[in-house]
């Protein structure tokens, strides 16, 4: 069992900046992908960005150029460092881990989110 604590979540004004982190803890693969989803209200969740343990990273289309995704493998967790927040950035982050090289979200382990509003 993968355990996932979320945390770093709050109010922000438009263009301000947060900076998530999330550590897993419990049985963790030694090749795994970590990432970062979100689910605004009446919307499907969708994909932020996620890293593998090697580093390789992928960012939604929507966030590209003011998100960062990083990881200190050594402590289980990873890192989102929002910048230049929106008010359509407002969401519940869920942070996921899958083992291998990507999140299959269906079977991957979940945190159980941190709230994210950004005021206009």
């Known amino acids: 069992q993968v355990q996932l604590v979320e945390s770093g979540g709050g109010l922000v004004q438009a263009g301000g900046s947060l900076r998530l982190s999330c550590a897993a803890s419990?049985?963790?693969?030694?090749?795994?992908?970590m990432g970062w989803y979100r689910q605004a209200p009446g919307k499907q969740r969708e994909l932020v960005a996620t890293i593998t343990t090697g580093g390789s990273t992928i960012y939604a289309d929507s966030v590209k150029g003011r998100t960062t995704i990083s990881r200190d493998n050594a402590k289980n967790t990873v890192y989102l460092q929002m910048n230049s927040l929106k008010p359509e950035d407002t969401a519940v982050y869920y942070c996921?881990?899958?083992?291998?090289?990507?999140?299959?979200?269906?079977?991957?382990?979940w945190g159980q989110g941190t709230q994210v509003t950004v005021s206009s």
């Open positions: 419990g049985s963790i693969f030694s090749i795994n992908a």
């Open positions: 996921a881990l899958s083992e291998g090289w990507y999140i299959r979200v269906s079977s991957a382990y």
